[in-house]
């Protein structure tokens, strides 16, 4: 399984992502850039040049259509993914660190942070298809505060109006966007901030990471932990594998506490656990940096992963891979 490695940006990564189909990869970083990627051989299609801040966060919508992207510039950016021009630009008080797009791509939610007065707010805008995509509405469909600790990570769940949140507290809730109420919560969720939040293909169940080292499943619609898996180390991301038992969890310890400590001499390994059995089955090396984000491709044929040493490392999975049973003849029905 040799890596394709993609030098696109000159800092950290912050977030990478597929399509739907799977043949582009976008990344973002803390550079002000956004790239685009052919997954199948990490050649670079283009950028998304206009953001003047770290690009926290991006979404593509079902289509391929359209690009949305959060920024420390106190900006939420609308792009057309095969031109990279900018179609509208919304903007807030403070930073947008996550933003995703609805099911039906006719909806972004984003959160922006709590910062200088501001409260954190999470905010979702209709997303106007028609024309060019230029004519958007500034005001945002609904707006509500969550009360508590400030929400880090978001996404739509399977009902709609209603957004599934992680925070800094290690809580994850849901919330209905138009009353801005809290339907349910778990506070207990994580002991520590909820970095990641991903949801299974039919949105069921969902994966998140937290800084307590540990990433887990829940129940979408009761927030009951389903499984637990346990590492050594701060784990920043942690994604789903379709049609395999895996998930693939990343982290590694802060840049700065790197020196004190010997994580197998600085490489930074993507662990894959066995989503039933919350075993650890293997380890991919590669990066000289804790690994900020993971994404894996929606037919489950590769992965990516981006670094805090500025590189997105693309892993097609070899037959092996598919051919092996971990735990015997367990076919798992997604």
């Not at 510039?73 to 008080?93: H, I, M, Q, Y």
């Not at 298809?129 to 978001?154: R, W």
Request: proline letters at 3%.
């Amino acid at each position: 399984m040799r890596p394709i490695l993609l030098q696109g940006h000159e800092r950290s990564l912050t977030q990478i992502k597929f399509n739907a189909e799977g043949d582009l990869l976008f990344s973002c970083s803390k550079d002000h850039v956004i790239n685009v990627w052919f997954s199948h051989n990490g050649e670079r299609l283009g950028t998304y040049d206009g953001h003047n801040g770290t690009v926290w966060t991006i979404d593509v919508d079902s289509q391929s259509k359209y690009l949305v992207s959060g920024s420390a510039d106190n900006t939420l950016r609308l792009w057309a993914v095969s031109t990279g021009k900018c179609l509208f630009t919304w903007e807030f008080p403070t930073a947008v660190k996550r933003v995703a797009f609805s099911d039906d791509d006719e909806q972004v939610v984003c959160i922006t942070e709590q910062r200088m007065g501001h409260q954190g707010a999470i905010r979702v805008f209709k997303i106007n298809g028609d024309g060019d995509g230029t004519n958007q509405s500034e005001d945002p469909l609904y707006m509500f505060h969550p009360i508590g600790s400030k929400a880090t990570v978001c996404a739509f769940s399977y009902t709609p109006n209603v957004i599934i949140t992680g925070h800094e507290s290690g809580k994850v809730a849901l919330f209905d966007v138009s009353t801005g109420n809290e339907i349910l919560n778990n506070e207990r969720a994580h002991m520590d901030v909820v970095t990641d939040l991903q949801l299974s293909a039919d949105a069921s169940y969902f994966l998140t990471s937290s800084k307590d080292k540990t990433a887990r499943l829940h129940d979408t619609k009761t927030l009951k932990v389903l499984k637990t898996f346990s590492t050594e180390t701060p784990l920043n991301s942690a994604a789903l594998s379709p049609n395999r038992p895996y998930v693939l969890l990343g982290g590694g310890q802060e840049a700065m506490q790197v020196t004190t400590t010997s994580l197998r001499q600085g490489k930074f390994e993507t662990r894959f656990w066995h989503k039933v059995f919350e075993e650890e089955v293997g380890r991919v090396k590669g990066h000289f940096g804790p690994i900020n984000t993971i994404a894996v491709h929606p037919a489950g044929t590769s992965y990516a992963s981006g670094g805090e040493d500025g590189f997105v490392r693309v892993h097609h999975f070899d037959d092996t891979y598919f051919r092996a049973k971990p735990y015997g003849d367990m076919e798992i029905e997604d």
